[in-house]
């Protein structure tokens, strides 16, 4: 069992910039990717940036150059910094991860709303 705690959201005016934790317990040790999605009211969970413990990390088209998802191994953490944010970035965020033994965990969200 993993648990996955997210934190750093809130209002943000268009323009500004977030970090967001998700901190990990558990068997924290058997996650092998990363990821972060994000909802925004009427629309479906999508993916938004993620990252492989190898190293590799994938991000969505619409936060190509503006967001960074890194990873603090000691802390259990993974972070998703997000730059130059834009209106159509609200929504909520979750971290999700993957073991090694093919299971999933979700965090259970933090909002983040950017005012234009």
């Known amino acids: 069992q993993v648990q996955l705690v997210e934190s750093g959201g809130g209002l943000v005016q268009s323009g500004g910039s977030l970090r967001l934790s998700c901190a990990a317990s558990?068997?924290?040790?058997?996650?092998?990717?990363m990821s972060w999605y994000r909802q925004a009211p009427g629309k479906e969970r999508e993916l938004v940036a993620q990252?492989?413990?190898?190293?590799?990390?994938n991000y969505a088209d619409s936060v190509k150059g503006r967001f960074t998802i890194s990873r603090d191994n000691a802390k259990n953490t993974v972070y998703l910094q997000m730059n130059n944010l834009k209106p159509e970035d609200t929504a909520v965020y979750y971290c999700?991860?993957?073991?090694?033994?093919?299971?999933?965990?979700w965090g259970q969200g933090t909002q983040v709303t950017v005012s234009s």
């Open positions: 558990g068997s924290a040790f058997s996650i092998n990717a």
């Open positions: 990252l492989l413990t190898v190293g590799f990390t």
């Open positions: 999700k991860c993957r073991t090694t033994t093919g299971r999933s965990y």
